[in-house]
C-alpha cells in the first residue's frame, strides 16, 4: 500500500432527505476505509442510526439535518416546497457556519458532501456528490432559475462527482447530463451500490417492497403495500425504513415485515425476491439495477425528479412504472408480464475516481 495515502482524514455529511444518500455514502466510506483513511460522518437522527449501525468504529459528529416535511397531496406539494425555502437557505448558512467551527478543532484533509449545499471550505478540498445538476419542475423556465441556484452553490465546491454513467444509456438522463455543466471539475463516477450480484438463489417471495421516502407519503405508500398484500396469495417481504424503531406485529400470514435490515440481510432479501416494489428514489435505483431485479417504482407524488426518472428507465425498459393513484392489483398483474432488458453495468468506476481523489491530496 502506497503509505502517501494512509491516514487521510475525511469528513462525510451525508443528506437527511430519505436514507438513500446515506446508503449510497455507505460506498464510498468501504472505499475509503481500504485506502486506511480515517473517516469522520457528519448527521443526526434516522441518518446516524443507519450509518452507526453499518460503522460501529467510525467517528461521529452531530450535525442537524433539514427536516424538510412534505404535503400529503401531489398539487400542493410545490408549495410545501416554496414555503420551506427560508428555511433551507437557513440551514445551509448554519452548516456552512458548524463547519468552519469543526475546521478549526480537527484537521480534516478533504470533505465530501453529498448534496449538503453549505458542506464547503475554501481552505480544503471539498466535494460535492449529486446525480441531479439539473432540476426537473415540469416548469422550463423554472427549471433554469433552478439550475443557475443548483450552480451557485455547487461552484463553491473543488469537484462534483456525478452517480452514474458518462455515455448513454445511462440512469438519470437529463438530470444527470444537462446542455450545461458546472463550473468546477465534474466527474462521472458510476453508479453506487452497496450490492454487488454474487448469485441467482432460491427465489421465496413474490414481491418485496421497500418502503421509504419523507412523510406523510412514506405511510401513504406502506398503507397501499399492506393493502394490497391483504388482497392476494403471493408472498410479500416489506422493509418499512424505519431503522431504530421498534417492530410491530402483522397479521398478514403472506407477509413478512422488518423494520429494517442491515446490508448483508437487505441483500439477501433483495436477491431472494422475483419483484421488488419501491419508490424510485436514486439509490434504490442504482441498488436494484445493480442487482438486475425485476422492479416496479411507484414515484413519490409531487417529486418531479422520481417521476422523471420512473419514465427515463421505463422507455429502457429497466423498469416497470405507475402512478401511486393508480390501481395497484391491475399494475401488478401488468408488472409480471413486462419485458425487462437488464443493462450492463460496471460497479467499480467509483473505486478509481475515489483512490485518485485521495492519492492527490
Known sequence: MNTDIQHKKILIAPLDWGLGHAARCMVIINDLQKLNCDITIAGSGKIKTL???????????????YKISYSKFKRLLPLKILIQVPKILKIIRFENKWLKNILEMYKFDAIISDNRFGFYSKKITSVFITHQLQIKTNLS?????LQHLNYTYINNFHECWVPDFKENPNIAGELSHPEILPEIIVKYMGPLSRFKKITTGKIRFKWMAIISGPEPQRTLFEKKIFDIASKTNDDFLIVRGLPGEKENNFSLSNCKVFNHLNTADMQEAIESSEFIISRCGYTTVMEILALQKKSVFIPTPGQTEQEYLAKHLSKQNWCYTFDQKEDFTEHLGNAKT????????????????ITNFINAL
Open 51 to 65: 450509518l452507526q449501525n453499518e460503522f460501529p468504529n467510525i467517528n461521529f459528529l452531530d450535525l442537524p439535518g
Open 338 to 353: 413486462f419485458e425487462y432488458n437488464f443493462p450492463e453495468i460496471n460497479m467499480q468506476q467509483h473505486t478509481e475516481i
Open 141 to 145: 423556465w423554472l427549471d433554469k432559475k
